[in-house]
């Protein structure tokens, strides 16, 4: 059984940083790209960063460019969000997602096949 578990989220005061964790069991996905996305209370989950398979390649959101970091370590099975300079509207819930069959990154979340529960992270001014 495939498993994406978050951990990292929490509460934090503006400017600060968290680092989100996404640790696969069930399966490797080496060879998956992967990537967060989130949800703000009474909005749409939005796209907020992709790595490829092998890490060679990111993407992100005008939003977090440049504020935030995708990694990968494909030896633990496992991805990260490096969240800098954090501001109030980066609160949501925070969710992992894999590409089971794909490459490479992509910002469409129809097209990832397994999803974390997610991680809240909650930014105070």
């Known amino acids: 059984q495939v498993q994406l578990i978050e951990s990292g989220g929490g509460l934090v005061q503006a400017g600060g940083s968290l680092r989100l964790s996404c640790a696969a069991s069930?399966?490797?996905?080496?060879?998956?790209?992967m990537g967060w996305f989130r949800q703000a209370p009474g909005k749409e989950r939005e796209f907020v960063a992709s790595i490829n398979w092998s890490g060679g390649s990111t993407d992100y959101a005008d939003s977090v460019k440049g504020r935030f970091t995708i990694s990968r370590d494909n030896v633990k099975n496992t991805m990260y969000l490096q969240m800098n300079s954090l501001k109030p509207e980066d609160t949501a819930v925070y969710y992992c997602?894999?590409?089971?069959?794909?490459?490479?990154?992509?910002?469409?979340?129809?097209?990832?096949?397994?999803w974390g529960q997610g991680t809240q992270v909650t930014v105070s001014s």
């Open positions: 069930g399966r490797t996905f080496s060879n998956s790209a």
């Open positions: 997602a894999v590409r089971a069959r794909a490459f490479a990154i992509s910002k469409n979340q129809n097209q990832y096949n397994y």
